[in-house]
């Protein structure tokens, strides 16, 4: 089992900034690839950024340039810098792991708890 535990959301004006991190515990040996999902009222979950194993990051069109992506292995933990936010990115965000990259894409076996992220205008 893995265990993951989300920090970092909250209220920020429209440009503002936020860092989401997720801890990850337990077997963490198993994982090859995590990302960050979003959902806002009324819309179905998106994933907007992954990072694989080997390092290779991804992000959805509407953050790409924006967010940013990172882990600190030794820390067990997954960063996701949000830079210049406007409201369309208000939504719970949510980390997830999962043994493979297809996995991660498709069903997920581990999610965090969701960490709210509110930009007001």
């Known amino acids: 089992q893995v265990q993951l535990v989300e920090s970092g959301g909250g209220l920020v004006q429209a440009g503002g900034s936020l860092r989401l991190s997720c801890e990850a515990s337990g077997s963490i040996s198993t994982i090859n690839a995590m990302g960050w999902y979003r959902q806002a009222p009324g819309k179905q979950r998106e994933l907007v950024a992954r990072?694989?194993?080997?390092?290779?990051?991804n992000y959805a069109d509407s953050v790409k340039g924006r967010f940013t992506i990172s882990r600190v292995n030794a820390k067990n933990t997954v960063y996701l810098q949000m830079n210049s936010l406007n409201v369309e990115d208000t939504a719970v965000y949510y980390c997830a792991a999962a043994r493979s990259l297809l996995l991660l894409l498709r069903k997920p076996g581990y999610w965090g708890q969701g960490t709210q992220v509110t930009v007001s205008s």
């Open positions: 990072i694989t194993g080997g390092g290779s990051t």
